[in-house]
């Protein structure tokens, strides 16, 4: 319905009939600049705002500082700057999907949103005018945009966060301190710069595509830990001490050095597998238990996990360096202790290297199934099905 409905008697009535009008049950829609403009004597209006579809040109909703429900355009290539000078509150959703016509996205003011939900922007918005910054929001889930940069959405806290397939971002920095659901980021600019510096806390966390990743004061996960394909040639968790879920470094063809120096528990698997560069891994010197698997194959000639005493699940090390001897010497011994609970399997100078229930080999036939390693195997998919699931467990 249009809030022509609503605004226009109530601007012909007393002030106290006009009071009514900053408050509807259903959803108004905007149909053109003048429909906004009549919210200028609102100080709060009642009720989720939608830009209609057909609307066109400047959509200024000025005066207006809290909208107590969601403001909504979708499916509109006809606006091209969408503004609200005064706003400062969004209760509910602030959600928009296949604008491709908006060129200018201004909310000076705008601090608080339960949700943002961008999707689908056209490509002539590279820059958000938010100069107060959105610094409190539960949800922030922004896909297919051609923005540069999420400059004016910095929050504190959040449930979850959700960035993907924005091609041109190349920066994203906000001052978040937990996240109590996860944090994925994929399928953005491989250029893009993560920097979290406060960040403490989190439930999962998972990370793709991304050419650094800044965690400095990161202690605790409650769940999950993915990096996919990035590429990062370092990652470093300086606080880090325990992860309640797996640990994951796959596929990072840049990587060459990874730091936990703190870290001395994984409760599910630990994997690194096939991060072309790495050679050397003594990023885990305090790391005690896996609850899982602990599975590591790669080029590296050098591992140490000195504090390692407990591997509930399988444990497999294959490379194509000589690690020989740290088989020999250090695992091994746990083996035979009980200290690793799980199929073992360790070898050096392995042609084609693999994880997962492969048997190393040297004759260059490649890896084979086995059904010893099927432990291995089951947990390190349950891990890793854990994590690639993630998105459909924090966004549905």
């Known amino acids: 319905m ?44 009642s009720g989720s705002i939608a830009i209609a579809t057909q609307a066109a040109g400047d959509i200024n909703i000025s005066g207006l500082r809290k909208i107590d429900g969601d403001l909504i355009m979708k499916n509109n290539t006809a606006v091209n700057s969408l503004s609200a000078d005064s706003l400062e509150v969004i209760t509910g959703q602030f959600a928009l999907d296949g604008v491709q016509g908006l060129t200018r996205l201004s909310f000076p003011k705008l601090s608080t949103v339960d949700s943002v939900v961008w999707n689908a922007f056209g490509p002539n918005l590279n820059a958000l005018e938010f100069n107060h910054a959105i610094t409190k929001a539960k949800r922030i889930d922004i896909q297919n945009t051609q923005l540069g940069s ?12 959700y960035i993907a397939n924005n091609r041109y971002i190349g920066n994203i920095s906000m001052q978040l301190g937990n996240v109590t659901n996860g944090i994925i980021l994929e399928a953005n600019n ?6 979290f510096p406060n960040l403490i806390w989190a439930m999962n966390m998972t990370f793709r595509n991304c050419s650094s990743i800044q965690v400095p004061s990161l202690e605790s996960l409650n769940g999950s830990l993915g990096l996919y394909g990035n590429v990062i040639d370092s990652f470093i968790a300086p ?5 309640g879920g797996a640990l994951a470094l796959v596929s990072n063809t840049e990587l060459t050095n990874i ?10 698997d630990l994997q690194v597998a096939n991060n072309t560069l790495l050679k050397k891994i003594d990023a885990f010197p305090k790391l005690k ?43 091994k011994p746990l ?26 080999t040297v004759s260059g036939s490649g890896p084979k199934k086995t059904g010893a390693a099927s432990a291995l195997n089951v947990q390190s998919n349950a891990a890793a099905m854990g994590l690639m699931g993630l998105a459909a467990a924090f966004f549905l």
Not at 150 to 161: A, D, H, R
Not at 259 to 268: D, I, Q
Not at 309 to 321: I, P, Y
């Open 150 to 161: 999420l400059n004016g959405i910095n929050v504190e806290t959040l449930e979850t966060l």
């Open 259 to 268: 730091s936990f120096p703190e870290l001395t528990e994984v409760n599910a």
């Open 239 to 243: 606080n880090l001490t325990k992860i």
């Open 335 to 360: 083996k035979n202790k009980g200290k690793i609970q799980g199929y073992y399997e360790c070898k050096g100078e392995v042609v084609k290297p693999g994880g997962q229930g492969t048997t190393p």
């Open 2 to 45: 249009s809030l022509s409905k609503f605004i226009l008697p109530a601007l012909a009535a007393a002030s106290t009939a006009y009071a009514a009008s900053c408050s509807v049950s259903a959803t108004s829609t905007i149909q053109n600049s003048g429909d906004a403009t009549q919210l200028a004597s609102c100080t709060t209006f």
């Open 289 to 331: 238990t896996i609850g899982g698997a602990f599975d590591f194959n790669g080029n590296f000639s050098d591992v140490q996990t000195p504090a390692l005493n407990d591997v509930k699940g399988a444990f497999n090390l294959q490379s194509t360096g000589d690690v020989q001897k740290q088989c020999d010497e250090f695992y």
């Open 190 to 195: 491989p250029e893009v710069e993560v920097t």
